[in-house]
């Protein structure tokens, strides 16, 4: 089916959709989110031609599924469907309290998840995190990147966002901001982190700040905790160099990925799942459960049992 035809709704339906897509911008949802939740939301009315939504049942629900089976439509796309009907009913529900919502808690099973593979012991880790050679201001930043990879186990993302009023070195604290994708927390600092982001903070960023060159007026403005060797908030060349060294140092390492699902993992081998939870910043528990191995060899004998090679 067209795309353009499958998301071309009749004026009724359109209107139904304005106080929908309303409900949606008050949650909170980005443009894209409301726009592909009422494109979704219009299908399942659009399916329904003549019948009421209010009158809808969890049998119609499931021929619903089977008719979004019939159009070609994977396990994944499907689900996405069913929170878009799942929405609108918590919609209808904010001015029908008694309307029950058939969608609640159904979806379909059997989506295979990635896998965290190819990962690495935390002691080796640490063995990276010690050769890394300091020489210069560069790799004194580098290496303080490279410690809030491994011990708070950020992504690439969170480090790029995070701040100076983020640290605070009196209480040996770090704050994590939240995003749409993970929620926010506060990570203890280790001894030796403390002491490198106080000479950063005091002595380092303020001289890359001396010498950038953009004006006086920007250089100002940027807020960013780790800045680039011009002073700048651009960190995507610094990082690309970061890793380039650490792949010299041993050529297991991959990307920024690999080393904050290595350090899950290890965090589940010493705390449990609720703390690991709150310290990856992971919003669903279920997040957190793909790590849930016992330790490194078994998570890979999981792996190898999924592999596309494997017999």
């Not at 089916?1 to 339906?13: A, L, V």
């Not at 309307?99 to 059997?110: D, M, Q, S, V």
């Not at 080796?124 to 210069?136: K, Q, R």
């Amino acid at each position: 089916m067209n795309r353009k035809t499958e998301y071309s709704f009749n004026k009724e339906i359109q209107v139904k959709l304005i106080p929908f897509k309303r409900y949606l911008q008050e949650l909170g949802n980005e443009a894209g989110t409301i726009r592909q939740k009422s494109n979704y939301a219009g299908c399942f009315l659009k399916w329904l031609e003549t019948e009421k939504v209010t009158e809808t049942n969890y049998n119609d629900l499931l021929a619903f599924i089977d008719h979004c089976k019939q159009t070609g439509k994977s396990k994944k796309h499907i689900n996405s469907i069913l929170r878009a009907v799942r929405n609108y009913y918590e919609h209808l529900k904010q001015s029908n309290e008694d309307l029950i919502n058939p969608a609640a808690n159904l979806y379909l099973k059997g989506i295979k998840q990635k896998l965290p593979h190819d990962l690495l012991a935390f002691e080796t880790l640490e063995e990276i995190y010690n050769a890394y050679p300091v020489i210069d201001t560069r790799t004194k930043r580098n290496k303080i990147m490279l410690g809030i990879y491994i011990y708070q186990g950020v992504t690439t993302d969170e480090l790029r966002k995070l701040q100076t009023r983020h640290i605070n070195l009196q209480a040996g604290k770090i704050h994590i901001p939240g995003s749409k994708r993970s929620n926010s927390r506060k990570l203890n600092l280790q001894p030796f982190q403390i002491l490198d982001l106080h000479e950063y903070l005091n002595q380092i960023r303020p001289e890359l700040i001396k010498n950038t060159t953009l004006s006086t007026e920007a250089s100002a403005k940027v807020d960013q905790l780790f800045i680039s060797m011009e002073g700048n908030a651009n960190l995507k060349n610094s990082i690309h160099h970061l890793f380039r060294a650490l792949r010299r140092i041993n050529p297991a390492v991959r990307d920024a990925r690999q080393i904050r699902s290595s350090v899950i993992v290890h965090w589940l081998n010493n705390h449990n799942l609720r703390q690991v939870q709150y310290m990856a910043g992971h919003k669903h528990v279920s997040s957190t459960e793909r790590y849930a191995m016992n330790n490194l060899e078994e998570l890979k004998t999981e792996v190898e049992k999924y592999h596309p090679l494997s017999d």
